[in-house]
């Protein structure tokens, strides 16, 4: 019954940040590696971050890794994705999901995902 609900979703122009946000309930939480995904028309969902389940050890895909930041809460049952610098290409559905398994970059490691958010940057 784990379910994840993401919220942080918007327009943003050419550039800009956006924060996302996810709450997992219906498990215990640190149990779980959390991973960020995106999903854009006519491509496969890819991955973009992921998280252990303390927090000390994450991975980024390298398009973003110098421009996005994955992050827990674990008092709060919350995964964030700060997202910077922005661009047009990157507009997309965003996905977080949830791992009882491995941390890792696959999102055949993951066991539960959210319903996504979608994230559209302007030009």
């Known amino acids: 019954q784990v379910h994840l609900v993401e919220s942080g979703g918007g327009l943003v122009q050419a550039g800009d940040s956006l924060r996302l946000s996810c709450a997992f309930s219906?498990?215990?939480?640190?149990?779980?590696?959390m991973g960020w995904f995106r999903q854009a028309p006519g491509k496969e969902r890819e991955f973009l971050a992921a998280?252990?389940?303390?927090?000390?050890?994450?991975y980024y895909q390298d398009s973003v890794e110098d421009r996005f930041t994955i992050s827990r809460n674990n008092a709060k049952n919350t995964v964030s994705l700060q997202m910077n610098s922005l661009k047009p290409e990157e507009t997309a559905v965003y996905y977080c999901?949830?791992?009882?398994?491995?941390?890792?970059?696959?999102?055949?490691?993951?066991?539960?995902w959210g319903q996504g958010t979608q994230v559209t940057v302007s030009s």
């Open positions: 999901a949830a791992s009882i398994r491995a941390t890792g970059r696959s999102d055949r490691q993951y066991d539960y």
């Open positions: 219906g498990g215990q939480f640190n149990a779980y590696a």
């Open positions: 998280i252990n389940w303390s927090g000390a050890i994450t």
